[in-house]
């Protein structure tokens, strides 16, 4: 058996895969447009004027981190079980052909159907919902105005540490992944935020971790903004921790033993 890579055997794994799961993945991407539309239409049913940008971006967001890493959890949780683990390990393909199988299902093509989702929804949602015949505005995905583009690079992070915690735990792993996560965060935030009060010296008002900080000094506050070109530093650490545990994850999978 061959361990690198054969595209001629990624493309019959991958063709495997799909005839395996399609209908788990349409039965999926119809709850997600049913949720969406429910959410929307309750939102437009309570409101007397168009669903602006503001709150379709906030839909987005959390809709995208929350599927997304429901999502990803599960498509390499099968390795936890002993009798879907024995299957999948003695198939005959590499360990990277296996694993980019689950990465191009969890990340780039979820993104596109979730995204092509949400467009759809909106858009109806919001037809239906036009009194006044008001031209429909749809949020942008790359716009500056609002925080759609950051949430792709929050997603490749959030993406990593979820298929890292589908493969490291073996059991329950969306809540064991989860769980990590938020006390991570937790222990980051607090370090940061005394860490840097013994290092200025006083106490801080806002403290984020790799960006701002705010205090008040004499009755006046102030607040320190990195530069910009350290702030497009600070955006791309997600995706430099989103590629460390990508790899994490692949070797986890290469050291899975029937």
């Known amino acids: 058996m061959n361990n690198h890579f054969s595209f001629t055997r990624f493309s019959r794994l991958f063709a495997k895969h799909t005839a395996e799961h399609i209908r788990w ?4 991407t119809a709850v997600l ?8 239409g309750f939102l437009a049913y309570l409101q007397s004027y168009p669903i602006n940008q503001e709150e379709q971006t906030l839909l987005f967001v959390f809709g995208l ?21 024995m299957a999948a ?7 990277l052909e296996k694993y980019l199988v689950a990465w191009l299902y969890s990340l780039p093509l979820f993104l596109v159907v979730f995204t092509a989702s949400f467009y759809l929804v ?30 792709f690079i929050a ?32 222990l980051l935030l607090l370090l940061n935020y005394h860490g840097l009060e013994l290092l ?11 960006d701002n900080i705010g205090f008040h000094d004499k009755n006046q506050y102030y607040y320190v903004e990195l530069p910009e070109s350290n702030k497009l530093l600070t955006r791309l650490l997600p995706l430099v921790l989103a590629v460390i545990f990508w790899v994490t994850a692949y070797f986890g999978l290469k050291e899975k033993q029937v």
């Open 25 to 28: 993945y349409l039965m999926a």
């Open 33 to 40: 447009i049913g949720g969406m539309t429910l959410i929307l």
């Open 65 to 85: 981190l929350g599927a997304g890493s429901i999502f990803t959890s599960t498509v390499l949780a099968h390795l936890g079980d002993k009798k879907k683990a």
């Open 89 to 95: 390990l003695t198939l005959p393909a590499s360990h």
């Open 122 to 151: 909106a858009f109806l949602v919001m037809t239906l919902d036009n009194p006044g015949n008001v031209p429909v505005k749809l949020i942008s995905l790359f716009s500056s105005d609002n925080m759609v583009y950051l949430s």
């Open 155 to 186: 997603f490749a992070f959030i993406h990593g540490f979820a298929l890292w915690g589908s493969v490291f735990f073996q059991k329950l792993q969306f809540i064991k992944s989860a769980f990590t996560f938020f006390v991570v965060m937790a």
């Open 200 to 210: 200025f010296n006083r106490d801080l008002a806002v403290a984020i971790p790799f």
